[in-house]
């Protein structure tokens, strides 16, 4: 059984289509063609809609680490919940523990620089983002539209570069074993070459979000 607010090899196998990549030490996943390209239209106009400069905690003064576009995705929207009701028959972590879903989107030199999701437990800001939530367990992204050059996620320590790919979903478990953070999750949001790119994105954390 998986703790709470965790998904499980296991559990995503179930799902099928799932391929797990062959890092012994990381848990890393995808599924291609998770969201049906109409969905995913949807949902980049919503992006479209409600987009603002990303930020970011501990980025150490870089303004030109996340330089993508961030938005806060309405739960309330029928789109949302249907890709929220897709997430929880793929991984079965009780939607209380997700963050609410972010969208991004990427113009053309815009990018996300090398990072882990969870959060230092040394950083200055560990109390503000996990005192009540705890850290984050598991990262779902999904893909919205294929992209003509650029905009891959690479996953620096394991060498992986995952393509963008219309409806496609990467996940990958953040934490080790003994659930301190994994530094194999390191990962890049490169690039965009040619064209725009959008993605969402889901945090899960060990305790139910405020
Ligand atoms: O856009 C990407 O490829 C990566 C996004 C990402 O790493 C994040 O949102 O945490
Ligand atoms: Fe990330």
Known sequence: MALPGESSAERL??????????????????????????????????IEADRRPSTLADHDGDHYFRTSETCDLDPAHPAVQQVEAALFELNGIDSAH??????????????????????????????????????????????????????ATRFTTVKKSFQPETGKLICWNNRKPDLSGNVNTMHHGMKVRRGMKYVITKWYREKPWG
């Not at 099928?16 to 106009?45: N, S, T, Y």
């Not at 997700?98 to 113009?107: A, H, L, N, T, V």
């Open 13 to 46: 196998a179930q799902y099928g289509g799932v391929q797990r990549l062959p890092f012994p030490k990381l848990e890393l996943f995808q599924r291609k063609r998770f969201l049906d390209p109409a969905l995913c239209d949807r949902l980049i106009e919503l």
């Open 98 to 151: 997700g963050e609410q879903m972010q969208g991004q989107r990427y113009d053309v030199g815009q990018e996300f620089k090398a990072h882990c999701d969870w959060f230092n437990p040394h950083g200055q800001d560990r109390e503000k983002y996990c005192s009540v939530a705890g850290q984050r367990t598991w990262t779902f992204m999904i893909y919205l539209n294929d992209v003509p050059a650029g905009g």
